[in-house]
């Protein structure tokens, strides 16, 4: 990963953690989906999945683990995290106490067929072999395939200058061809941009977890650099040139 991709993922996310715990655990799941999900988001991706209590949930790309925890309190999965960069990893074990494996999207280190559901939010832009994402998922997804993705989207290809730093983002079109080569098909579809605003004390819980990490790590670099990634996407969507977009997938 870059420089800057380290930053967001590796340090700034044991940074959340350690944040998050001198606040309480109010903050946990909140501080956890810092960039990878709403409770709005979360709730549809939820019901479009028809998770139930007991089933298994992979989360590819897990982060911090606010999404799985976010699940396993509202319906009761068992989650099991995928999750590249170290620290990470570190930040979910110490947050919410999953089972955490260090790996790429790309090469799960998971039998065939052998969770219930999965899903991947906001990975899929950051991941080079894009292809092979979608894949694993399909291989490690029993029948009938439920798989969720919430993926940032171009609505024309983003010059190179204007796009943060590790981020490729796939046009619509192209996500709809990648899908199809993965061996998958589309069952619903929605955008962010449709769903309710998010509730002002989540907000207040993510921005008093912000405020921590700034006043600890401010002058660093590493601070800066991941703030530097967050703010390209967010000018990006606020001009409409990336859009948030959610997919409920199955098997082909």
């Not at 996500?175 to 207040?204: M, N, Y």
Request: proline share 6%; net charge negative.
């Amino acid at each position: 990963m870059t420089d800057a991709m380290n930053a967001e993922f590796d340090t700034v996310a044991e940074w959340t953690a350690e944040a998050a715990r001198e606040l309480g655990p109010d903050y946990y799941v909140p501080a956890g989906c810092r960039g990878s999900g709403s409770p709005a988001a979360l709730d549809w991706l939820i019901d479009e999945l028809e998770l139930t209590a007991g089933e298994s949930l992979l989360d590819s790309g897990g982060g911090v683990g606010g999404p799985a925890a976010y699940a396993a309190q509202a319906v009761g999965v068992t989650p099991v995290l995928v999750e590249p960069e170290a620290g990470a990893c570190r930040a979910a074990r110490r947050l919410f106490d999953f089972p955490v494996v260090r790996a790429l999207g790309s090469a799960l280190p998971i039998a065939d067929a052998a969770v219930d559901a999965a899903w991947s939010l906001g990975v899929l832009c950051t991941t080079p072999d894009q292809l092979g994402l979608l894949t694993e998922l399909r291989r490690t997804v029993r029948a009938p395939g439920r798989i969720a993705l919430l993926v940032f989207a171009a609505r024309e290809p983003v010059p190179a200058d204007e796009q943060p730093e590790g981020n490729n983002f796939p046009t619509i079109g192209g996500l709809e061809a990648l899908v199809q080569d993965a061996g998958l098909r589309v069952r619903a579809w929605r955008s962010t941009a449709d769903l309710p605003a998010i509730p002002d004390e989540w907000t207040r819980r993510i921005d008093a977890v912000t405020d921590a990490m700034e006043q600890r790590h401010g002058s660093s670099q590493t601070w800066r650099l991941a703030q530097h990634q967050s703010e390209q996407i967010g000018d990006l969507l606020a001009a409409g040139k990336v859009t948030g977009e959610m997919l409920i997938l199955a098997h082909a």
